[in-house]
């Protein structure tokens, strides 16, 4: 028989591991990294279909168009999109998510998924998880462990209570203990006994198993969880989760919080491929090197390398590396990294260095995502800005007015439905529009195809914030961007 499972997708982190590619702006779950679709797209179709109701995500007030836009691009319509003020770990976005459920299906089963991990053999996995439901059904704490192929101390790891089957049947059987992250020879004596597998963070229990266990373990937090979900407000089919309760949570994984402290745990022992892709390292791996050990996007050339990965982002450039051994090189167009292969765990030691030194770069990518569409500044100086700005189809920008700065409008690809004052106009391709300082003005796309215009500012100010608004679709206060 097949259960409905309730799939509990967490895509509000902001990993600095994978930086250039992923910054605090848009994170690596919403990148293309492998593939046409993003990490989170993958992750969302992997469960979706027969046996799945419609996903509940958990993300941050940043992250919630571009969910929602995400989701739509793969035909996926979300159970619920929750809004977490700020980033408390997985134990109390786990704990609000089975809160918000029990509201409608007490008797649902959740599956807690990040939604940055790679894992291709979808199939599979889900059959993992049809195996794995009669035993969350009757009460048990479920928790996923990975067949490990390396000496990996970059994870937790798994005890089980006995030696997973030769064909690695994905049979939950009781969990014997948690290891941490262990040193080099704890690890390689982990894998050699045969009896550890990798914790991957996915979850599957019923919401009533998992509210009693944070009722037995951890009653502060559900108290603060649950006072955050009954004040949430709607928004815009958002709900937003309260922030003063919230601000009040331990800031704690659902292991330490719950899980190490429980006696109803199983585990399911899952043998088929699975990256966390924690690491430039990881994506390497995952990616295929060829025989020499080489991996190198379309726009990278390698020449007489080995073990190396070479990834030029934007088709403009052209990334070269010659008698590279054991070498990362990622190349954005506002930032490059180059690492020895064993020290990519250390990338966010970069990210550190760039945000004591104040540079954007550490956190912001070039191209700036908004609810509308995205933009990105092609050239600047003291009192002019340039940017090419993408309009989704039906989207439109505020109605707002700069104090510092005018504006030539260019439209290089659609049309353009322009407010000025009191004067609404379409402006197509090759034609352009003035916008004087302190008019009030708007852009919408009136399309079926992206709008694409060329910004050019003049003023004495041009920062992001120069901006009154009046009236917008997107429900943003005074001072938002965009």
Same mark, same amino acid.
């Given at each position: ?19 250039? /590619? ?20 993958? $992750? ?23 969910? &929602? ?31 918000? /459920? ?30 794995? &439901?009669?035993?969350? /059904? ?67 229990? $019923? ?89 190198? $996007? ?65 956190? &912001? ?35 707002? $007015? ?81």
């Amino acid at each position: 028989m097949t259960h409905i499972v309730h799939p509990i997708l967490l895509a509000g982190g902001s990993g600095t591991r994978l930086w250039p /590619l992923s910054r605090k702006s848009y994170p690596k779950q919403f990148a293309k990294l492998m593939g046409e679709r993003s990490l989170f797209q993958a $992750s969302a179709k992997r469960l979706a279909g027969e046996g799945f109701a419609a996903p509940v995500i958990l993300t941050g007030a940043d992250y919630r168009f571009v969910v &929602t836009e995400q989701l739509a691009a793969v035909e996926i319509a979300p159970g619920g999109i929750l809004i977490e003020p700020e980033g408390r770990n997985t134990a109390p976005a786990i704990l609000a998510a089975a809160l918000e /459920l029990a509201a409608r299906a007490p008797e649902a089963l959740m599956l807690v998924a990040p939604s940055d991990h790679v894992i291709p053999e979808a199939e599979s996995f889900r059959a993992a998880v049809q195996a794995a &439901t009669i035993a969350a /059904l009757e009460g048990q704490l479920v928790t996923f462990g990975i067949r490990p192929d390396r000496a990996e101390t970059g994870y937790g790891w798994l005890e089980m209570s006995q030696a997973p089957s030769a064909d690695f049947a994905s049979e939950p059987q009781p969990l014997k203990g948690f290891v941490e992250k262990p040193d080099s020879a704890t690890a390689e004596a982990l894998l050699n006994g045969g009896q550890h597998l990798w914790n991957a963070g996915i979850f599957l229990f $019923s919401v009533k198993t998992i509210i009693a266990a944070f009722e037995a373990h951890a009653p502060e937090m559900l108290a603060l969880v649950r006072a955050s979900v009954d004040q949430a407000e709607q928004d815009l089919g958002f709900t937003r989760l309260a922030p003063g309760p919230w601000g009040q949570v331990e800031d704690i994984s659902i292991d330490y919080a719950v899980m190490e402290k429980a006696e109803n745990l199983s585990v399911v022992p899952y043998g088929g491929a699975w990256s966390d892709l924690g690491g430039w390292d990881a994506v390497w791996r995952e990616t295929g090197p060829d025989e020499a050990g080489v991996v190198v $996007s379309a726009s990278a050339t390698a020449i007489d390398c080995h073990d190396t990965m070479l990834r030029a982002e934007d088709p403009r450039q052209q990334l070269v590396g010659i008698g590279l051994h054991d070498i990362i090189a990622v190349a954005m167009p506002d930032a490059v990294l180059v690492a020895h292969k064993d020290r990519a765990q250390d990338v966010k030691q970069a990210v550190a260095a760039l945000k004591a030194k104040g540079a954007s770069q550490a956190e &912001t990518l070039p191209k700036d995502f908004r609810p509308w569409g995205w933009f990105e500044c092609l050239v600047s100086g003291s009192r002019f800005q340039v940017k090419r700005i993408t309009v989704h189809p039906g989207a439109a920008l505020s109605l707002q $007015s700069h104090h510092h700065r005018s504006e030539h409008w260019i439209v290089v690809e659609g049309t353009a439905k322009v407010t000025i004052g009191e004067e609404v106009k379409l402006v197509s391709e090759n034609q352009s529009v003035y916008i004087p300082l302190g008019a009030t003005h708007r852009m919408e796309n009136p399309g079926k195809v992206p709008m694409v215009l060329i910004e050019v500012q003049t003023g004495s100010y041009l920062g992001e914030d120069d901006i009154i608004r009046y009236e917008d679709v997107y429900a943003r206060g005074q001072g938002a961007k965009g």
